[in-house]
């Protein structure tokens, strides 16, 4: 388990300047956490550079990004994106003539689901020929970043990647009873870990959102090797979620989003993170609070955590600006529906015994039960049915706040060199944003 260290002042580390490189290590689709690192990037005058995962052609080979679609993903980043297709994980890779992981899965039903099972000799032959893949796209990558690097340059390497889920047909119905579900269409998260299907995804959220940091890391050497010669400093940053603390009853307490099945890759990302931190290499895994996006929409009630930032922007000394914040929220609620009323819900559903079981960090990620989806799910329908419109909802203004309060913690952070696995909580984003704003 990692050791918990959160981050308790805002660092003010300017290493990165006008020549400095900043490379993103996944690829940019919409509004997300990196966004604030790369205004931060931007802002103190670096370039931009960037990667592709590539596209699938209609029979799920690999390709690179056609000329109008690098053009266009290109302009998304504001930078220079190398064409060599960075897919990563295994569940669409097999040795030549064999099927590959999706192809196997691809007679599993809601019925078989649990009873179906794997040939893992063949799951490992996939796996190995993904990492090969994978590796050697790598290197091809960053021989090609290499040059485009100037000597004396820093050189700041953000990894982004995370997911893995494999695309079949039933797994959807499986991921709807088990983040969405409650009452008679509860399902146990356990039931899946103890799957052959759950199982896979395990390795392959492994291989996504862990293990290519470690090839990243691995790539980059002969970049890192030539920047250190001549006087330049390399980082590392990657994004973790392991839990967040919040205030409850007036005090900073860490609590969780329960099933978070991507727990497991976090957990080892963190531990990618602290052997190159004793390597002699500078890489932190930022643990960064609860939001929504677009891929955690599956996952009901991991917003919960996010109404009490507005508690801990009053608390950590904020003033007019974060009271304007509590404006914006109330001004989303229907008519006779207070904001109070709202955190006063997030308070008894926090305080509850079913709530606070779950707040075993040792323990993380801990399975679901009936009992913690009935008052999560439950309460989230609740106070999502209490807005003027669903589709603009509290939830999403404060995960706007989380994004541009990361940023600069990360990115000062990082150039401070502090630890291989920091936590951003409540605390430290509140303070960020008021003095953003002051």
Request: charged residues 20%; contains cysteine.
């Amino acid at each position: 388990m990692t050791e918990y260290k959160a981050l308790r002042h805002i660092p003010q580390a300017n290493l990165f300047r006008q020549g400095d490189v900043f490379v993103l290590f996944g690829e940019l689709f919409g509004r997300g956490y990196v966004n604030g690192l790369i205004d931060e990037a931007r802002a103190a005058g670096m370039t931009i550079l960037g990667i592709t995962v590539g596209r699938r052609n209609d029979d799920g080979t690999l390709r690179a990004l056609t000329p109008e679609e690098h053009a266009e993903a290109e302009a998304k980043l504001g930078g220079r994106i190398v064409n060599v297709p960075l897919m990563a994980g295994f569940d669409m890779d097999a040795p030549p003539g064999e099927q590959n992981p999706t192809e196997m899965l691809s007679g599993v039903t809601l019925k078989s689901w649990q009873e179906d099972k794997l040939d893992w000799s063949k799951i490992e032959a996939c796996r190995t020929a993904g990492v090969q893949r994978f590796t050697q796209s790598a290197q091809a990558v960053m021989a090609e970043i290499d040059k485009l690097i100037p000597d004396g340059a820093n050189v700041f390497f953000a990894h982004t990647m995370a997911g893995g889920i494999p695309k079949i047909k039933a797994f959807l119905a499986i991921a709807n009873r088990i983040y969405k579900g409650r009452g008679d269409r509860f399902m146990s998260s356990r039931a899946l870990l103890d799957s052959d299907l759950g199982k896979l995804i395990l390795m392959n959220f492994d291989e996504v959102s862990a293990n290519t940091l470690k090839y990243l890391i691995d790539a980059s050497a002969g970049i890192r090797a030539r920047v250190e010669a001549k006087g330049g400093q390399v980082r590392y940053t990657a994004y973790g979620y392991h839990g967040t603390e919040i205030l409850i009853g007036d005090e900073y307490v860490w609590q969780t989003y329960t099933n978070y099945t991507q727990g497991y890759a976090k957990m080892r990302l963190e531990s990618i993170a602290t052997a190159a931190w004793a390597q002699g290499v500078t890489a932190t895994v930022f643990n960064c609070p609860e939001i929504r996006t677009n891929s955690s929409d599956i996952f009901v009630g991991v917003e919960l955590s996010l109404f009490p930032l507005l508690l801990a922007l009053k608390k950590e000394g904020g003033g007019a600006w974060a009271q304007e914040q509590w404006d914006i929220c109330q001004n989303l609620l229907g008519d006779g529906v207070t904001l109070q009323s709202i955190l006063d819900k997030l308070e008894a559903y926090l305080q509850t015994a079913t709530s606070t079981s779950f707040r075993n960090f040792e323990a993380w990620p801990m399975d679901n039960t009936p009992e913690l989806a009935d008052l999560m799910i439950g309460t989230s329908d609740e106070i999502t049915s209490l807005h003027t419109d669903k589709k603009a909802l509290i939830t999403d203004h404060l995960s706007a706040l989380v994004l541009e309060g990361t940023g600069p913690l990360m990115f000062h952070g990082a150039a401070e060199k502090i630890a291989p696995v920091l936590w951003l909580n409540h605390d430290i984003i509140a303070r960020q944003l008021n003095a953003l704003h002051q």
